[in-house]
């Protein structure tokens, strides 16, 4: 390995100690300074959105706005030059989130109004777990997320079924009380038929008839009946969950996070960590 190579090499490890890491002094003061970034850019979007500031201060929020973008923009591009594969960073829900951040600010040059979006750039402070070393909270985070992925097709066939649901009661009403109720077609008495399940009573629209409204109380009760249904089954994928506290460490290959305390490689690409 020649010169250049070890000392790119070096300087690339050191970029990801310093942007993926909270373990050291220049980590740490990198992270913090990034997340009150992120905070400042979300109030002047928001800021932006008062009509009252705006017409007062609106160049110099315009300013601000095209600032945290470019930083952000350098920012995210030093994130994918100092991982082995940034393909697998860029694919990450962080890799993502960052780039939805910056995203907005360019597009809103052709779709005027596009720079509100920028209020997503707040999911980035979800960082701030890493950055105060709060293992317990960055373990416990995961393992909802296990929880979440083991219980995905139970919860998917309950949505099904919910769905089958809404779709006939909502043709029922249909049939029971016409377009002389407001009922005019069968979407929007399955809108309806949703509203009513999910107990949101929005009001718009409601059945007239004796037998409608039969069909709307039980509806409404077995709103109510399934409701606790996703809830018992995350509770019961959570409950087989063995929890194991992980360390702040990510993986310079691919950036991933969430391995346990004595990892030696990454559970995710294998590299060494």
């Known amino acids: 390995m020649n010169t250049a190579t070890s000392d790119r090499r070096a300087w690339r490890n050191r970029l990801h100690e310093i942007i993926f890491e909270a373990d050291t002094p220049a980590g740490k003061l990198f992270d913090?300074?990034?997340i009150v970034s992120i905070l400042l850019s979300v109030i002047a979007v928001m800021l932006d959105s008062v009509e009252v500031v705006y017409q007062r201060y609106g160049q110099i929020l315009y300013a601000v706005e095209w600032?945290?973008?470019i930083l952000f923009?350098?920012?995210y591009i030093l994130r994918l030059v100092s991982v082995q594969r940034p393909i697998l960073y860029a694919t990450s829900f962080f890799g993502w989130t960052d780039l939805l951040a910056i995203l907005p600010t360019y597009i809103s040059l052709f779709v005027p109004g596009a720079q509100y979006l920028l209020v997503i750039?707040?999911?980035r402070v979800l960082r701030i777990?890493?950055?105060l070393k709060l293992v317990t909270y960055v373990g416990e985070a995961r393992f909802i997320m296990q929880a979440l992925r083991s219980s995905r097709r139970k919860i998917t066939v309950f949505l099904f079924a919910v769905l089958t649901i809404v779709v006939i009661c909502g043709s029922l009403i249909y049939l029971i009380e016409g377009e002389e109720n407001g009922f005019s077609s069968i979407p929007r008495s399955i809108y309806w038929a949703?509203?009513?399940?999910?107990t949101v009573g929005y009001g718009d629209i409601s059945p007239k008839t004796g037998f409608g409204q039969t069909v709307a109380a039980f509806i409404m009760i077995?709103?109510?009946s399934i409701i606790a249904v996703p809830t018992g089954i995350v509770s019961s994928e959570m409950s087989s969950h063995y929890h194991q506290k992980v360390s702040t460490q990510a993986c310079p290959n691919c950036s991933a996070e969430g391995h346990d305390l004595d990892a030696v490689y990454c559970?995710?690409?294998g590299t060494a960590l």
């Open 32 to 34: 913090i300074v990034l």
């Open 67 to 69: 600032f945290f973008t």
């Open 73 to 75: 923009t350098i920012e």
């Open 121 to 123: 750039r707040i999911l």
């Open 129 to 131: 777990f890493r950055v």
């Open 194 to 198: 949703v509203v009513t399940l999910t």
């Open 222 to 224: 077995l709103g109510y």
């Open 267 to 269: 559970k995710f690409c």
